[in-house]
């Protein structure tokens, strides 16, 4: 029987672990939020945030900025909370609207406030060993794997996806662990043939049921980055769970398996910030 990796129980753990330490040392930590425009599910998202930061004893500050907001009032406010002190991240909610450019906004922010660790120096730290902040949604799935004691040392561990949000620092992550690491992508060949030499299988591919259980080793670790709204009205990860699972020894379910560690993480991230500026 497989493992099911329970990322609820230990997103608990780790916003648990974030507000002990908050509140043993009297620390004060605040969050700024920005949301631009009325996409739902960036709300959703946002909500969520703002909902851990509550459980955390972490402090946020919500941005609701409206749709025609144009790139320089978005970085003017940016230049603003870089500059308070009682600020110690800044997460701008992506996507952007499309008269936005994404690049300029996550490099405005303060590196040592960018607790999304999105910019360019902290994803280059991130890959020279010297990091500063976690990428949430990878280093989350670490989390996961460490919570039930799966070792990524030694093991081939295969990404399916390039993304800089996941599948790029997944690989730096799993690297770092002593992984040997395969990252695939929309123009691999013969992708079945690597996906099925994976120890570890990360999937992020954002299809719905792309990973079917031919494509998996048997007894292999699956964890499932996918967050696809199918025709049912219900959330499906990117593999096929019901078939994959028989042949696992463990999967993470969508929902509830890696979803819950990203926000997790940004509350560590934002605990991290407060202690570098308050050193
Ligand atoms: N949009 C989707 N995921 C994320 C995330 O982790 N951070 C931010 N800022 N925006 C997102």
Redo the contacts with the bound molecule.
């Keep these: 029987m497989a493992i099911r990796i329970d990322g609820k129980v230990v997103s608990l753990a780790v916003k648990e672990r974030v507000k002990q330490q908050i509140l043993e040392n009297g620390d004060t930590p605040c969050l700024a939020v920005i949301i631009v425009g009325d996409d739902p599910a960036?709300r959703v998202?946002v909500n969520n945030k703002k909902k851990a930061c509550t459980e955390t004893a972490i402090r946020s500050l919500e941005y609701a900025l409206p749709p025609e907001t144009t790139q320089d009032e978005l970085l003017e406010l940016i230049d603003k909370l870089n500059a308070d002190h009682e600020v110690n991240g800044i997460?701008?909610?992506?996507?952007l609207p499309k008269h936005i450019d994404e690049t300029a906004v996550i490099e405005r922010i303060a590196p040592d406030k960018d607790v999304?660790c999105?910019s360019n120096r902290n994803i280059g730290k991130l890959w020279t060993g010297t990091k500063v902040f976690e990428p949430?949604?990878p280093a989350g799935m670490i989390e996961l794997l460490k919570y039930y004691n799966i070792d990524c040392d030694g093991k081939h561990c295969v990404i399916v996806g390039r993304s800089n949000?996941v599948g790029k620092p997944m690989a730096a992550l799993m690297l770092e662990q002593g992984a040997t690491v395969t990252i695939c992508h929309s123009h691999t060949r013969n992708l079945s043939e690597i996906t099925r030499q994976a120890d570890i299988l990360v999937a992020a591919v954002g299809k719905e049921h792309f990973f079917s259980a031919d494509m998996i080793k048997d007894g292999a670790v699956v964890l499932d980055v996918g967050i696809n709204r199918g025709e049912d009205g219900k959330l499906h990860g990117d593999v096929d769970f019901a078939a994959v699972e028989p042949k696992v020894s463990a999967i993470t379910p969508v929902p509830g398996g890696c979803g819950p560690m990203?926000i997790a993480i940004?509350m560590q991230n934002t605990l991290t910030a407060y202690r570098l500026q308050n050193q």
């Design positions: 960036s998202y997460l701008c909610q992506l996507p999304d999105f949430c949604t949000i990203t940004l």
